[in-house]
């Protein structure tokens, strides 16, 4: 019964597009685009800067360093300039400070709203930063002053090393969310047609007459799904080890930490995806069984991807709150599974975390299965349970 349903969902092209080449284009795609472009817009030298003229001393040094320049003849045409979206920042400078001393002012005009405008201003300003801690230096240094005088408090960083080496910051962010979201997208396209499917097109009676228990025929559907599901999950990291191989554009921005995925990390991902693509199988399977057609378990299907995209989505979030080491996160379906592939992935696995994860998962699956077992043994499952 296993086999029949593989053989059966690798003939549809649906499937092998959604669960397999989805979830590899999926992770090109967000690795390879986000790369290419906060690679370019990390760096000052991707904007163009408007100033008003005559050319300032900080501009010509900043020139050298590959940043943009253009003149305008006034403060009123740069903001003309901003308004119309020709301009991200335009800048005043002061009159030269007649004492070496003095200090030169900058005053820069630009658009709030405009998030590219904000960037591009913040990395003006950390290249000014940087201009200005060398004269003070250079000042410092021509007046014999200790630079510790300019600087009476210093805040020194040291890290600090817990676990292995995790992945970046990237990684850890998105992988997990794509890993749990195709374990149940992986068996979308096909889960429909598993047993509604199988009522619509009146094959349904043929199967159960057959010498098969239909314990048996639930079992076959369901570790046919799981499968399917869990090798949509893997493919999305199949995806991102690719784009490591390959160098593919704004792989090397994205993944200059590595892929962080130590054998420990993958040990824990797989062992918590079991159960998760088991308890979305089981899911999946009951909405099919009780639909009377493909389009009614559809309907159902597309409202269940809700209840697993909402706590999928938050563990994008869950590294910006205390929620990720409390205890009760690991109760929490799809939530738990996602947070504790962030901690492995982090370097920090929590092994109490993930023994209740697989528990509650495997928990959810056996309870879904027994009731599709028992919708199974009705005879009203050929028309409508």
Known sequence: MFLKEVREMLRDKRTRSAAFMGPIFTMILVVCGFGTVLK???????????????????????????MKFTEVKSVDEGQQLIRDGKAKV???????????????????????????????????????????????????????IPEAVAEPIKVVEKEVKIGEKGASEFIVSMLPYLIVMWAFYGGFAMASDLVAGEKEKVTLETLLITPAKRTQIVLGKFFALSALCLASALSSVLGLVLISLLHLPGASFMLKDGLGISPMAGMVIFSVLLPTVAMFAALLLSFSTYAKN???????ISLASFVVVIPAAFSQLIGLTDAASQGWVNFVPVLNAANNIRNALLGKPDWTGTLITVAIGALIAAVLIRMVITLFNREEVLTRV
């Open 90 to 144: 335009v800048l005043q400078f002061s009159p030269k400070p007649t004492d070496s001393a003095g200090q030169l002012v900058i005053t820069a005009y630009f658009d709030p709203k405009n998030q590219k405008a904000s960037i591009a201003l913040s990395l003006f300003k950390k290249s000014v930063e940087e201009a200005s801690k060398k004269l003070l230096s250079l000042y410092l240094a021509n007046h014999n």
């Open 294 to 300: 493909p389009r009614e378990a559809q309907s159902y």
């Open 40 to 66: 370019d817009i990390g760096k000052p030298e991707g904007y163009t800067y408007h100033y008003v003229g005559p050319s300032s001393e900080i501009v010509e040094k900043l020139k050298t360093t590959g």
